[in-house]
C-alpha cells in the first residue's frame, strides 16, 4: 500500500526566508508525486507534479521540488518566502498509469510566515 | 475557465436533517471525488466515481450516500447528519492520473 509521511506539522519561516517542506513517500513502483497548498477555507491547489522525466520539477508560484528516488522523497522548495504563502500543504503519491487513480495524502504541513 | 463548482459553500443544517452538497465540473473529467477535510487533517477519500461506476471507501459511513446523474454533476446526501458530520467536504475531479482539480468546498455545521 502507498503512504506519504510529512514529518513537520508546523513550520515557521520569516519573510524573505528559504522554504523546504519535507515529504516521503512508500510506493512499489514509480510513484505519481504531486504537492497541493490550501489556504485557509478554501479547497486544494496544485503546486507541481511529477510523472517522469526531470526529477526538479517547477511549479507555480515560484516553487520547486525534487524527486529522490533513492530517498523516496519529493521535498517542496522555495527561495523566498511570502506572506501570501502562509498556508497548508499538502504532498500526495498516486497511481501509476494503468493503476487505481487514488492518491494518498500527507497529514499536512502548515507554514507560518513572520513578518 | 474549466472548474469544479460547490454549492453551498456554507450549509448549515440540524441534527438529524438530510442534506445535500452538490458539485459541477466543466473539466469533462470522468473521475468524480467527494473528500471530508476536518480541522488541521487530511483530506479523507469518502467515494469517487469513475464515469458512472460507484467506488465507496471501507470506512465511509452508510449515512453517506451520492449520485452522479451524469458527467457534470455529482451530490453528497448525508441522511442524517450528527455533529461529528460538521466538517468541510470537498469534491474533485481528474482524469484519472491522480491530479486532482477541487472545488472551494463546502463547510458543513450542524446544529
Known amino acids: 500500500a502507498q503512504s506519504v509521511t510529512q514529518p513537520d506539522i508546523h513550520i515557521t519561516v520569516s519573510e524573505g526566508a528559504s522554504l523546504e517542506l519535507r515529504c516521503n513517500y512508500s510506493y512499489g513502483a514509480t510513484p505519481y508525486l504531486f504537492w497541493y497548498v490550501q489556504s485557509p477555507g478554501q479547497g486544494l491547489q496544485l503546486l507541481l507534479k511529477y510523472f517522469s522525466g526531470d526529477t526538479l520539477v517547477q511549479g507555480i508560484k515560484g516553487f520547486e521540488a525534487e524527486f529522490k528516488r533513492s530517498q523516496s522523497s519529493f521535498n517542496l522548495r522555495k527561495p523566498s518566502v511570502h506572506w501570501s504563502d502562509a498556508a497548508e500543504y499538502f504532498c500526495?503519491?498516486?497511481?501509476?498509469?494503468?493503476?487505481?487513480?487514488?492518491?494518498?495524502f500527507g497529514r499536512g504541513t502548515s507554514l507560518i510566515v513572520h513578518p | 475557465d474549466a472548474m469544479v463548482i460547490q454549492n453551498p459553500r456554507y450549509q448549515v443544517t440540524q441534527f438529524g436533517k438530510p442534506v445535500t452538497l452538490s458539485c459541477s465540473q466543466t473539466?469533462?473529467?470522468?473521475?468524480m471525488y467527494w473528500y471530508q477535510q476536518k480541522s488541521s487533517q487530511a483530506p479523507k477519500l469518502l467515494f469517487h466515481?469513475?464515469?458512472?461506476?460507484?467506488?465507496n471507501e471501507a470506512d465511509t459511513p452508510d449515512n453517506f450516500q451520492s449520485r452522479r446523474p451524469n458527467t457534470s454533476f455529482c451530490f453528497l446526501d448525508i441522511r442524517s447528519p450528527g455533529l461529528g458530520d460538521a466538517a468541510m467536504y470537498l469534491c474533485?475531479?481528474?482524469?484519472?492520473?491522480?491530479?486532482?482539480?477541487f472545488g472551494p468546498g463546502t463547510r458543513l455545521t450542524v446544529t
Open positions: 474533485a475531479t481528474s482524469i484519472g492520473d491522480g491530479e486532482q482539480y
Open positions: 473539466l469533462n473529467h470522468n473521475v
Open positions: 500526495a503519491v498516486g497511481p501509476t498509469s494503468g493503476g487505481s487513480y487514488i492518491p494518498t
Open positions: 466515481y469513475y464515469d458512472k461506476d460507484f467506488n
